[in-house]
Every structure is written in structure tokens, then in C-alpha cells.
């Protein structure tokens, strides 16, 4: 059986900025796969260049076996998208909205009548139907938005960022409501730059970063894969350079310490790597008391996706986030963006 | 629940989707009518100050000339039995003029990312709803400018000479609603938009026939005139207004090139239609499809 999404080498330029350099993985069907991955890691345009939105410089896409470049007729009609930013037609209601959308996937009469009350129902929005969508709450305008991409049940959904700007509420209402869809039997492809989200969605990950992918699995085997358990180590508030160098030299040489990175986004914090065991902490502690080394704050913990990303990329995922976020140009991605 | 709520993966393959017909099309096509006519009703001020401009443009401009010496604009009795073809084409053109602003927005909105994202029978359908939706628009300005110039005097064409009106508003209505998608698609944001319909708008006005007559311009601008669309508007509504017993042959405008018969003036109009259609389509095709 076909995959029931398969991106392949996909490859798109924007000018002389690589957006996506090399993309490639599979979705099997009743899937909810995870794309994680800082801001402007290319997971927005390689999600546009699925939804026929672009077209991509290279590679090759498919939904259940149909190719999106050859057949984007069909391969729409078995998506669902959900923009990160919701656009709504804030004079209309959210029932006129419904059917206007039910009107472009062709659904006839009855059917579409069928569908959007029991799309109401299923996301709760029925009392707020007929209001105009302007008047919504950010999380109302997101459950519509969700209403309106199955309202012709779309094998594949695909969401990018589906909680970005929501409140908690919202957020574990959609991450439910994605769960019960999925054991229903929809194929589910989701981006996220929450760590969260992808670890309690996803049963399988890829992480993207500067276009490329850098690891994929389940978020279990990723999390196995880099081994270990994680310390993070304060010497002080803020670590003066020498001085983290001095205790990373100290530490590394420890038997349980297998690597030790300075985070000098978070002031010179360590991160090490140790064999997972028990007296880990006790060691480092003790390594620690005898140099004379003061302690501001230490934690052990099992490895998180952000360490996969950690391991595979050298910065955490907030690191990576912080530094994209003075180097793009917002204004300039919203123009490609605008069709 | 009997339905799935979800999808069914089985049926959703790609062999039992149909191809689109001309059903499909209809249907999307009313829907994206539809929306605008809904927003035009949520919020009408646009449709009332739409009407009640031209309204004032014939009563105050039409009484700015109102002493002139009768005959001095051609045959037409008063200026303002003159100046109403003018206003009729010129109040078409301008809201024909804006269509592209809506559809720009959907694209800064994100909103048009929604329609593309369906499986469209045809995406010419986003463009024909905002041609239809123009169009109406257009015909219920033309009605109230008509229904007021027979008030203030300037007489009623039969309805031979109504039915050729409609058919000549329209057909700059859809000619110019498709120049302005063109732009709508091919120009940046709304800013730009703006500007572009800023600067043509009025210099196409007096550069036509729709204030004063071909005769008053000095020969340059006689013959600007002459290659302006409008005036083959114009001049046809007034000519039909002026004479009850028009005919396709009467000559109906003497352009520095040549004497421009009423059927030769309808050609000029339709061609550019057409070739505003032809012109854009690709303009259309490289964005949406």
C-alpha cells in the first residue's frame, strides 16, 4: 500500500535563500506524523509545496499514491489544511463560511448540510454557528477553521502550527480532538515548534532543521537513540567562560560524564551527557566539591526530543528559535506567502 | 454516530473523484457570488455611497454648466442631458476599477490560500464571481443614474436603446473588472493597487468624451480621446439617448482618424473587453494555478 503522504527530495528556493534543501520522509496511513523544527526550518514551505500552494524546484510528492505535481486536483481533494494563521471572512458566519467551503469541495445539498452540523457539533461551536466569525475568540476561530478543512473528509489532514497563539484550553481541546480523528482513521501531518506537542501527538517525528532533516523516528527511538541521561549544570547564575571551561575539562574526564557542552545561550550552563545511572549526580557533585566549584543548580533528567535536536544540531530548539528570530525577514515571508 | 466523522481512507481514492464539469463549476462559482453579495448586504455603505455619488456628480456638475448656451455641447438640449452617458460609463468604469481590492485582500488575508487549497473545477470561478458580482453592482448605479437624469429632464431611451445601454456597461464592466484582477494578482499589496487605481482613474475620465465633447479638445488630446475606451462607451449612450430612432450605421463620433459608426464603436469596446480577458489570463494563470 501507497504511503499515504511521501515527500522525496523536495527542494525550494525562495531567490538565493534555500527554504527546504532536501526534505524527505513517508506517512503511513492513520498516521499522526510530527514535523519539528525551529521557526524558518522550511517545515511551512514544505507543507505549501504538499497543499499545491508551490511548487517546488525539485522532488516528488504524493498523497495515497497520487502525485501532487501531476494531479493537484486530486491530491486537494484528498487533503485538509490548516493554515497557522486562521483567514476567516470575518463578516461572514461561521455556518456561511461552512458552506461556502463545503461549496468548493462540491459536496451536494443535503450532504453538505449533513456534514456541517455534525462538524458544529463534534467541535462545539454550534451555539456560535450563526455569529460572524469576527466576533470569535482565537480558539472559537481555530475549532471553525478545524470544521471547515474536514467538512469533505479529507483522508490526509495537514496543520501547521494547530496551537500556535492558543490558550491551554484550546490547545488540549485540538490536541484531543486530533487524537479522536486519528483513531478514526485519518492520516494525520502536523508542524509544530513545541516539543510538547509533538512528544504527546506524534508517533513518529522528523526534526528539520535549516531545511534538511536531521533525524526521524518515533520520538521513543530518537529519545533512545541519543542515549543516556541528561544533566544540566549551573556553576553559577551566570558562568563566568574560564570558568566553565575549567569544570568542563574536569567533568569530561569523569568514567559516568560521556560529553559535556557549554550552553552559552543560557549563561554558560553545562549539559552533560552521562551514562544512565543512578550515582551520576552524586559523581558530578562530588568532582565538583573537590575542585572548589560552587553549585547555582543541577537537575538530571531522561533525554527529551530538544536533546535529539541538541545532539543532532549542537544548539537547544529555543536556542535555534531565539537566534531565527532576529534574522528573518517577516515581512518579506509574508509576501512569498500571499498567493 | 453512524457516519464516520473522519475520513474513510478506502473511499477517498483518487478513482472515484469525477471529473469536474460544468455542475461543479456553477456550484462554486454561486458560492463565491454569494459570499460578496453577503458582505455587500452586511455592510452596504459602499453600494449607497456608490449610488449616491454619481447622483451628485450629475446634480452639482450638471448645474455647474447649467447656463451655457443651449446647442453648444452637440444636440444635447442641456449639459446635464450631455453629461449623463458620461457619468452612467464613468461610474461603471470606477467600480469596475476596484474589483481587484477585495480579491487582493483575500490574498493578504490568507482567505484566497483556502479557495486554492480546494479542488476547484476551475479557479476562473474566483474570477467570474467578482466580474458578476461588479457587474450587478454596475447595472443598479446605471439604473438609479438613469431613473434621475429622466427626472432631471434628459428623457428615456426605448427599450431597444436600454437593452443596448446594459449590453454596453457590461461589456466594459467585465473588460475593466478583468484589467483590475490582472492587477490584483500581479501588483504586490494593496498599497500599490491603491496608487494604480488612483492615477488612472481620474486622468481616463477627462481624457474622454464624458465631460465635453471631442469637438472643445485641443488635437492632442482629441486624439488621446479617441484611443480611450470609455468614449466608445460614451458616446454610443448618448448617441442612443439623443436619437430614438438610432441605427448601427449612424455615425455616432467624427475621431481624428475616422467617422466611428455606432456598430464600429460597439466592435472597439467589445475587442478591448476581450483583449483585457485574453491579456490577463495568463497574469491569472501563473499566480493561481
Not at chain 1, 82 to 97: H, P, S
Not at chain 1, 140 to 165: N, S, Y
Not at chain 2, 196 to 224: D, E, G, K, R
Not at chain 2, 250 to 266: E, K
Request: neutral net charge; hydrophobic residues 50%.
Amino acid at each position: 500500500m501507497a504511503p499515504a503522504v511521501l515527500v522525496k527530495n523536495l527542494k525550494k528556493s525562495y531567490g538565493n535563500v534555500e527554504a527546504v534543501k532536501d526534505v524527505s520522509f513517508a506517512i503511513e496511513p492513520g498516521e499522526i506524523f510530527g514535523l519539528l523544527g525551529p521557526n524558518g526550518a522550511g517545515k511551512t514551505t514544505t507543507i505549501r509545496c504538499l497543499c499545491t500552494l508551490m511548487t517546488p524546484d525539485a522532488g516528488q510528492l504524493e498523497i495515497n499514491g497520487i502525485s501532487v505535481l501531476e494531479d493537484p486536483r486530486a491530491a486537494r481533494q484528498m487533503l485538509g489544511y490548516i493554515a497557522q494563521e486562521v483567514a476567516l471572512d470575518k463578516v461572514l458566519t461561521g455556518r456561511e463560511l461552512l458552506e461556502l467551503q463545503a461549496a468548493i469541495y462540491h459536496l451536494p445539498k443535503a450532504k453538505s448540510r449533513d456534514r456541517i452540523a455534525q462538524m458544529l457539533a463534534l467541535l462545539e461551536i454550534e451555539d456560535i454557528a450563526d455569529k460572524k466569525t469576527g466576533t470569535y475568540s482565537g480558539g472559537q476561530k481555530k475549532r471553525l477553521d478545524l470544521a471547515a478543512g474536514l467538512l469533505h473528509q479529507p483522508a490526509v489532514l495537514v496543520l501547521d502550527e494547530p496551537t500556535v497563539g492558543l490558550d491551554i484550553e484550546s490547545r488540549t481541546a485540538v490536541w484531543n480532538f486530533l487524537r479522536q480523528l486519528q483513531r478514526e482513521g485519518t492520516t494525520i501531518l502536523l508542524t509544530s515548534h513545541y516539543l510538547e506537542e509533538v512528544d504527546a501527538l506524534a508517533g513518529r517525528v522528523a526534526i528539520i532543521d535549516s531545511g534538511q532533516v536531521i533525524s526521524s523516528g518515533t520520538p521513543a527511538a530518537l529519545k533512545a537513540e541519543v542515549g543516556g541521561d541528561r544533566i544540566t549544570l549551573r556553576i553559577r547564575e551566570f558562568t563566568p567562560d574560564a570558568e566553565a571551561t575549567s569544570a568542563r575539562d574536569l567533568l569530561t574526564h569523569l568514567p559516568v560524564v560521556q560529553e559535556v557542552i557549554i550552553n552559552s545561550a543560557q549563561g554558560n550552563s553545562l549539559n552533560l551527557v552521562v551514562n544512565q545511572d543512578a550515582d551520576a549526580l552524586t559523581a558530578v557533585q562530588t568532582a565538583l566539591k573537590a575542585a572548589n566549584l560552587p553549585t547555582f543548580g543541577i537537575s538530571q533528567s531522561q533525554p527529551s526530543l530538544d536533546d535529539v535536536y541538541l545532539a543532532a544540531t549542537g544548539r537547544t530548539l529555543m536556542d535555534a528559535e531565539m537566534a531565527a528570530t532576529g534574522k528573518r525577514d517577516l515581512k518579506k515571508e509574508k509576501k512569498q506567502a500571499m498567493r | 454516530m453512524s457516519q464516520s466523522i473522519a475520513s474513510n481512507p478506502v473511499s477517498t481514492s483518487a478513482a472515484t473523484l469525477p471529473t469536474p464539469g460544468t455542475a461543479e463549476f456553477i456550484q462554486e462559482t454561486l458560492a463565491l457570488t454569494r459570499r460578496l453579495f453577503i458582505q455587500l448586504q452586511r455592510r452596504p455603505t459602499t453600494l449607497v455611497a456608490g449610488i449616491i455619488q454619481p447622483l451628485m456628480w450629475l446634480v452639482l456638475f450638471g448645474a455647474l454648466f447649467q447656463n451655457v448656451p443651449s446647442g453648444l455641447f452637440g444636440e444635447s438640449q442641456n449639459y446635464g442631458q450631455f453629461l449623463g452617458a458620461g457619468i452612467i460609463v464613468f461610474t461603471a468604469f470606477a467600480g469596475a476599477l476596484n474589483a481587484g481590492l477585495p480579491v487582493m485582500f483575500d490574498r493578504e488575508f490568507g482567505f484566497l490560500n483556502r479557495l486554492l487549497v480546494a479542488p476547484l473545477a476551475s479557479r476562473f470561478s474566483i474570477v467570474l464571481a467578482s466580474a458578476l458580482f461588479i457587474a450587478t453592482l454596475s447595472l443598479i448605479q446605471t439604473s438609479a443614474i438613469v431613473i434621475l437624469s429622466a427626472f432631471l429632464g434628459a428623457g428615456l431611451p426605448g427599450p431597444a436603446g436600454l437593452l443596448l445601454m446594459t449590453l454596453i456597461v457590461l461589456t466594459l464592466v467585465f473588460g475593466v473588472t478583468a484589467l483590475s484582477l490582472g492587477l490584483a494578482f500581479a501588483l504586490p499589496g494593496h498599497i500599490e493597487l491603491l496608487a494604480v487605481i488612483f492615477i488612472t482613474n481620474l486622468p481616463l475620465l477627462f481624457a474622454s468624451t464624458a465631460l465635453v465633447p471631442l469637438s472643445f479638445m485641443p488635437p492632442w488630446l482629441q486624439v488621446v480621446a479617441s484611443l480611450n475606451p470609455l468614449s466608445y462607451a460614451i458616446e454610443p449612450i448618448r448617441y442612443i439617448y439623443l436619437h430614438p430612432d438610432w441605427q448601427f450605421s449612424s455615425v455616432i463620433m467624427q475621431t481624428p482618424f475616422a467617422d466611428i459608426s455606432l456598430a464600429i464603436a460597439l466592435l472597439i469596446l467589445f475587442s478591448f473587453s476581450a483583449l483585457a480577458f485574453i491579456t490577463i489570463r495568463p497574469l491569472i494563470d501563473r499566480r493561481i494555478s
